[in-house]
């Protein structure tokens, strides 16, 4: 499969990171800077289709959550 993103460099790192340490089935290529975003191409087997949005959900919310000055329920 693939998907192509734009991404903020600072998720892109959290991803990459997440995918090194893990040891998950997925290509990453880096393609160009489109106006402080990261054109990103990901590659990974069909079988890791399921897996992947949960991934990326997961590293935006390490990455960028909490937001500061949010507030508690």
Known sequence: M????LLNPKLLT???E????????VEIC????KGGLVDVLFVYPETF???FE???DSVFNE???PLEGGFEL
Request: hydrophobic letters at 35%; zero cysteines.
């Open 2 to 5: 693939k998907t192509k993103r």
């Open 14 to 16: 959290g991803i990459v």
């Open 18 to 25: 997440k995918v090194h340490e893990d040891n998950l089935p």
């Open 30 to 33: 880096v393609g160009e800077n």
């Open 49 to 51: 289709q399921e897996a």
């Open 54 to 56: 949960p991934l990326m």
């Open 63 to 65: 990455v960028f959550g």
